[in-house]
T-cell receptor, first 115, second 114 residues
Framework: GAVVSQHPSRVICKSGTSVKIECRSLDFQATTMFWYRQFPKKSLMLMATSNEGSKATYEQGVEKDKFLINHASLTLSTLTVTSAHPEDSSFYIC???????????FGPGTRLTVL | KNQVEQSPQSLIILEGKNCTLQCNYTVSPFSNLRWYKQDTGRGPVSLTIMTFSENTKSNGRYTATLDADTKQSSLHITASQLSDSASYICVVSRVGNAGNMLTFGGGTRLMVKP
């Protein structure tokens, strides 16, 4: 099956710093990737759609200046949490859309803790 | 409004027992329904996928059913194991190629005890 990786798996940072999370599709090209946020005991909440070579589309209520998304290649999308605050602490999951099967494959997630 | 409701929210069973998780949806136009297993601190992993014409799909000890008329699905786990402890998420996909066509259920948290 298709494999999606995320790096790092865990990150702890201080308030005010920026953190970059990478999402890679390892064995297929993905022109579209998605970023989700998940709070404890809750389901995934879509933050934004990342399209290779163009600007990301953000869901209502998601601050585009705080959550910067770059999709510079067909296998890599990055999410940068800028000027992180403790309330940004969460589990971030990406997925990559494999068009052949019209299916999203999810990454293992990144646990962000902001002190 | 496109919605996916799952029940129960949480469930505790003894190892070796069977259980059934429920999913009701109001997503339209319907494309397919997937059940995912999500271990704590991990991303979701697909268990089954069913299209409109499929009534049942098995994957080892997991059997999913779909009633497209009543818009209900279930996931039956047979002879549960400790490793089955996880969240199970029902995800319904709408027809279309633009953007994210998925609607997520809230998940059922299953705990299997020895």
């Amino acid at each position: 099956g298709a494999v999606v990786s995320q790096h790092p798996s865990r990150v702890i940072c201080k308030s005010g710093t920026s953190v970059k999370i990478e999402c890679r599709s390892l064995d297929f090209q993905a022109t579209t990737m998605f970023w989700y946020r998940q709070f404890p005991k809750k389901s995934l909440m879509l933050m934004a759609t990342s399209n290779e070579g163009s600007k990301a589309t953000y869901e209502q209520g998601v601050e585009k200046d705080k959550f910067l998304i770059n999709h510079a290649s067909l296998t890599l999308s990055t999410l940068t949490v800028t000027s992180a605050h403790p309330e940004d602490s969460s589990f971030y999951i990406c997925s990559a859309l494999q068009y052949r099967y019209n299916e999203q494959f999810f990454g293992p997630g990144t646990r962000l803790t902001v002190l | 409004k496109n919605q996916v409701e799952q029940s129960p929210q949480s469930l505790i069973i003894l190892e070796g027992k069977n259980c059934t998780l429920q999913c009701n949806y109001t997503v339209s136009p319907f494309s397919n329904l997937r059940w995912y297993k999500q271990d704590t601190g991990r991303g979701p992993v697909s268990l089954t996928i069913m299209t409109f014409s499929e009534n049942t799909k098995s994957n080892g000890r997991y059997t999913a059913t779909l009633d497209a008329d009543t818009k209900q699905s279930s996931l039956h786990i047979t002879a549960s194991q400790l490793s089955d402890s996880a969240s199970y998420i029902c995800v319904v996909s709408r027809v279309g190629n633009a953007g994210n066509m998925l609607t997520f259920g809230g998940g059922t948290r299953l705990m299997v005890k020895p």
